[in-house]
């Protein structure tokens, strides 16, 4: 079955200027594509520039270089103001911290509507009042809850009035960075049930950016792992979880601590050492097998592959 | 083993506009020499309160110790003064905080931080508190610790900072250590370097640790014993065993629920409905009741007592009682259960 992409990223670099003469390069050159109806998650450390990249990818930041294809439009360069209207439509964000992202002077109403306003998708004050009513039920909140205000609320749910407000204007892909790093456990899963729900029912696709590695597989169908602004591999969940190639994906992997006190006594840290890769050529992203992707020169490719197949 | 420090039946409630949050109602504890207990919990369930009881870092005056002991090798801590505490603190007890950068002085050089306890504490002359001191940076990791030590905190990287704060914390040698989400605020490589040094070091100095975290993967990595806390009490309590392959209480089961692993395949996720409780007007009966899709109806009225279920493993849950229904735990908690008895207990 041919996968229709929604989103293509092609050589996407975005630097910051540091200083004088000094620039930043947070994201360099990253190249994916996101199909329709997935998730595609993205994870690495803090300064790997995931979050940079999802900004970059819904203009929050001008893109430095490459393209950004959605829906095979460009969505960076010149653009009228109706095109810009419809693009922001489609394309919505989560954020991490629900408690700096929401205006503490607008009640709920208001948050969850100034998407509704600003695309003119409703006629009168009562259509607007009925339609935010039936977005705050959708994530689970009341329809009392419409006329208060975000501090009323608690993490878990200002991440829900978050989630309904990108949910308003009727997106077709949504950005979530890190959207349960900040909640409480119990609440994480259910603000993860819900935007699983949420993509089923609605044909939603998520990029969904963090650095809890087991959330991320969880939730995701893809993953790519960045590291240092460079997307090192990708591949489906179970294959990068199961066969990582990437040494800086295997030190990642083997960092985690799982809620298994047994595998925790037998886990065995693989420290990444960047001084171990073959500096002879540029290393370029490579498939090593069909949908794996790593960052490697052609002396890695053939060393990794060999290991791939010893592990059969 | 010998107990360390053992906590009766501490209540701690705080003053507020709005009336009294009863922050930790009726905690009982103990730590033995040299082991780590993890207290596990959601933020405001009383875990960091606990903590900053033990310390004497209770905010005054709206902090208010109801009633209880702190037992610190035999001597209760509630009843010392605020001077008798600051020779304490820092000397047999000391902590470590969740944000390294708030918890340094950033206008003072990390050597001088790190010296100030060995002046104060161990009576060391400056020339002996900076040799120790360049041996504590060398001890937590950190490269070219003689000139580290003339440096800034904002010269350090989280994770660097996060050690300094660590050997500031073992610079007179603590008997217990207080940890309060250390690594919370750290990537995952990082933070797996700065748990296997605190393993380490507690290997060599042989202190105890009291570790405080939300993060079940974290709690299986360094914890001996853990304690589960809710709405300001502890619900479960066992060793580390216990609590992953045994968990009792139905709180205990949504905690693990809500945590995939990497080969879960569920469709969705345990969860816990709704939100942890008011604690201005705490529940009557178990506070857990209303979360709780197990609750008998007698949740609603009596608090459970602690069900003792083995040597080690305690549960505050009616389930446990002998006239109980018999109910069976949710999918993702059975099997661990059964996946930890096939092998038994070597997964």
């Known amino acids: 079955m041919e996968r229709e992409k929604i989103l293509e990223v092609k050589n996407l670099k975005k630097y910051f200027p540091a200083g004088r003469k000094k620039i930043i390069k947070a994201v360099d050159d990253v190249s994916f594509d996101i199909y329709r109806g997935e998730t595609f998650g993205l994870v690495g450390e803090s300064g790997s520039g995931k979050s940079t990249t999802g900004r970059t990818i819904i203009r929050l930041y001008e893109a430095t270089g490459g393209q950004v294809l959605f829906n095979n439009e460009d969505v960076h360069g010149k653009k009228s103001k109706e095109e810009l209207l419809k693009f922001n439509r489609k394309m919505q964000m989560i954020f991490q911290d629900p408690s700096s992202s929401l205006n503490p002077r607008m009640n709920v109403m208001d948050i969850i509507a100034e998407g509704l306003d600003v695309h003119g998708l409703v006629k009168n004050e009562q259509e607007r009042r009925e339609r935010v009513e039936e977005l705050l039920e959708v994530v689970g909140l009341n329809r009392e809850h419409a006329t208060r205000f975000p501090h009323e609320f608690s993490g878990g749910q200002r991440q829900r009035i978050g989630i309904a407000r990108a949910l308003a204007v009727e997106p077709e892909f949504i950005i979530a960075d890190e959207p349960i790093s900040a909640l409480d456990v119990s609440i994480q899963a259910q603000v993860v049930n819900l935007l699983k729900k949420l993509q089923k029912e609605r044909g939603l696709t998520y990029l969904f950016i963090a650095h809890d590695l087991s959330m991320v597989k969880y939730i995701s169908d893809r993953i790519g792992v960045m590291y240092l602004g460079n997307l090192v591999e990708l591949a489906d969940s179970d294959e990068l979880y199961n066969n990582p190639v990437h040494p800086y994906t295997k030190s990642l992997l083997s960092a985690i601590p799982l809620p298994d006190p047994e595998y925790e006594r037998n886990r065995k840290r693989i420290v990444y050492d960047p001084s171990i890769h073959d500096m002879s050529e540029e290393p370029e992203f490579r498939e090593i097998r069909p949908n794996h992707w790593v960052r490697c020169t052609r002396k890695e490719f053939e060393q990794y592959k060999k290991e791939l197949e010893e592990r059969e | ?347």
Not at chain 2, 74 to 102: C, H, W, Y
Not at chain 2, 165 to 180: E, T
Not at chain 2, 229 to 246: L, N, P, S
Not at chain 2, 257 to 285: C, F, Q, R, V, W
């Open chain 2, 1 to 347: 083993m010998s107990k360390l420090l053992e906590v009766k039946d501490l209540r701690v409630s705080f003053h507020t506009y709005n009336g009294e949050v009863q922050a930790v109602r009726g905690v009982n504890f103990h730590v033995n020499k040299g082991e780590t207990l993890a207290i596990v919990g959601e933020s405001g369930s009383g875990k960091s309160v606990t903590t900053s009881a033990i310390m004497g870092l209770l905010p005054k005056p709206q902090a208010e110790i109801k009633s209880g002991q702190i037992l610190f090798e035999g001597e209760d801590l509630v009843k010392k003064s605020n001077k008798e505490m600051q020779k304490i603190r820092g000397a047999d007890i000391s902590m470590v905080f969740q944000d390294p950068m708030t918890s340094l002085n950033p206008t003072m050089k990390v050597g001088n931080q790190i010296m100030e306890g060995l002046i104060k504490h161990q009576g060391m002359s400056r020339t002996e508190a900076r040799k120790k001191a360049v041996e504590l940076l060398d001890q937590v990791g950190i490269p070219h610790p003689e000139v580290r030590i003339n440096q800034y905190p904002h010269q350090f990287s989280g994770g660097m900072r996060q050690r300094v704060v660590i050997a500031i914390a073992l610079a007179c040698n603590p008997k217990l250590l207080i940890a309060d989400e250390p690594t919370t605020a750290l990537d995952v490589t990082i933070q797996a370097q700065i748990l296997e040094l605190m393993k380490d070091i507690q290997k060599q100095t042989e202190s105890a640790i009291i570790f405080i975290t939300h993060d079940l993967g974290v709690v299986a990595n360094v914890a001996d014993r853990v304690a589960v806390m809710y709405a300001g009490k502890i619900v479960e309590m066992g060793t580390v065993d216990d609590i992953f392959y045994d968990p009792r209480h139905p709180y205990t089961w949504g905690l693990l629920g809500s945590m995939p692993t990497l080969d879960s395949e569920e469709e969705e996720l345990y969860a816990i409905p709704g939100s942890p409780p008011d604690m201005l007007n705490p529940p009557k009966g178990d506070a857990f009741a209303p979360r709780n899709k197990f609750a008998l109806e007698i949740d609603l009225v009596k608090e459970p007592p602690m069900f003792q279920i083995s040597d080690t493993h305690y549960a505050a849950t009616w389930l446990l009682h002998e006239h109980a229904p018999k109910i069976e735990p949710p999918a993702s908690v059975k099997k661990r259960m059964e996946g930890f008895a096939k092998t038994g207990g070597k997964a």
